[in-house]
């Protein structure tokens, strides 16, 4: 492994010293000098000016492998993370078969090991199957190194079942992530249930879908002092629930998309498939209220929601194409765009805070001893997006001029992307 310095970075360690421009020496893989004058070991890469930090997290990630590897896989899913600035991601157990047992959650790791681009953390379902009937083996995959259990793709609609999976989950410090939309106010929901809607005469969800179950679950927080991670929160009521919950002191931490931070629902008003994913693009007053969660702190994180489909899926009517959009390439500049976020707040939310709920102990940290997982992203760089290293191209972000670009990547002391281009391909990232 080639030891190298990252020189004439803003280096974001979490500690608020980010005044300065300095250097990141990297030797043997792991983060050996920060700070200015310190030396140069190996050989010198220049960043520009461009911030430096840890390596992002994504803990809401489709790879679709196994089954559906005609949409993505864990190879393709690892190379558009890699572009996105990513050294991790979480696997979303919604494969086929939905992985609910060690077997397949250590299939999904040995495969992302074996590509080799992020760290790839299987996560695993809350249920058999996802059927939401009787729960998995959640003492086995916590034991064997799980940390976060979702059916996501669906509620866990039987609260008693819930309950006893956070009963379960709470004793090993494990976290319940939960896909908010009730089932039944939810059934047949093709988007925001609001004008847009009424104007395609197409079935909405309303907004009460998501916030009766974020109330539903708190509730159970209170009874089990489980861990808590609301997925994809899109509504101002949610927020405020959120809030709240936090006031409170509950274990509750909650996540944003890149997608709902961006557009809202008139987005949907010409029914193009693009923009249709659940939870639905939802009010203008929404996207502010998900936009002030992630500022003020009541909204952790970012999670991307890459949810990819093929063409022949997804290029359809609106009724019959998917739920879902890809994001985790241009999630950072996404969020820089619609957001601005403060350095040291955007590698909080989209690093720090995601590797610790995630339990990811080699990822979000830049200091000296930690394994050299690392972004340098440019917050200034125009970032027009047109093309993707993922296998499916359903994303709402194509011919949008964002800002923000994605210098280098280093996964575990190795660059997966520098100065803009995947290591080993000849594209341009973004
Ligand atoms: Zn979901």
Redesign the pocket.
């Known amino acids: 492994m080639s030891d190298f310095t990252l020189r004439n970075a803003v280096v974001i360690t979490g500690g608020g010293d980010h005044a300065t421009i300095g250097d990141v020496a990297v030797v043997d893989g792991r983060i050996a000098s920060i700070g200015s004058g310190i030396g140069i070991r190996g050989e010198a890469v220049d960043c520009g000016g461009a911030w430096l930090g840890p390596g992002f997290v994504d803990i809401?990630t489709h790879l679709r492998e196994p089954g559906q590897e005609w949409k993505e896989d864990i190879e393709t899913g690892s190379r558009a993370a890699a572009a996105g600035g990513y050294t991790a991601v979480v696997a979303?157990p919604?494969t086929d078969p939905a992985i609910d047992s060690v077997e397949l959650a250590r299939y999904v790791a040995a495969r992302g090991a074996e590509v080799g681009l992020v760290e790839v953390a299987p996560s695993a379902a809350i249920t058999v199957q996802r059927e939401g009937r009787e729960l998995a083996e959640l003492e086995e995959l916590c034991a064997a190194g799980v940390k976060l259990f979702?059916d996501?793709?669906?509620t866990v609609a039987d609260a008693g079942l819930l309950r006893r999976a956070m009963e379960i989950l709470a004793e090993r410090d494990c976290v319940v992530a939960e896909?908010?939309?009730d089932p039944g106010l939810g059934a047949g929901g093709q988007l925001h249930e609001g004008e847009v809607s009424a104007r395609l005469g197409l079935p909405g969800v309303p907004s009460a879908a998501e916030e009766i179950v974020i109330a539903r679950d708190l509730a159970l927080v209170r009874m089990t002092g489980a861990r808590y991670h609301a997925?994809?929160v899109t509504t101002a009521g949610a927020v405020d629930l959120i809030a709240g919950a936090k006031e409170e002191g509950l274990p509750v931490t909650g996540e944003a998309t890149p997608h709902h931070l961006l557009f809202d629902h008139s987005y949907a008003s010409g029914a193009d498939p693009v923009y249709k994913m659940?939870?639905p693009l939802r009010t203008v007053e929404d996207v502010a209220a998900v936009r002030q969660g992630l500022r003020g702190g009541v909204l952790d994180i970012v999670a991307t929601?890459h949810?990819p489909h093929a063409d022949h899926e997804k290029e359809r009517p609106w009724a019959e194409a998917p739920f879902g959009v890809t994001g985790l390439e241009w999630a950072a500049a996404v969020v820089n765009t619609a957001v601005d976020l403060p350095a040291e707040d955007l590698f909080k939310v989209m690093s720090t805070v995601p590797a610790h709920i995630a339990g990811l102990a080699r990822q979000g940290r830049l200091e000296v001893g930690a394994p050299a997982n690392l972004v340098v992203f440019d917050p200034a760089a125009p970032a027009p997006v047109s093309s993707t290293l993922s296998r499916s191209s359903n994303s709402p972000y194509f011919g949008l001029e964002l800002r923000g670009a994605i210098v280098h990547t280093i996964y575990e002391g190795k660059f997966t992307v520098r100065a803009g281009r995947l290591v080993g391909t000849s594209g341009d990232v973004g």
């Open positions: 809401h979303m919604n979702t996501d793709g669906d896909h908010c939309i997925q994809h659940m939870p929601d949810a």
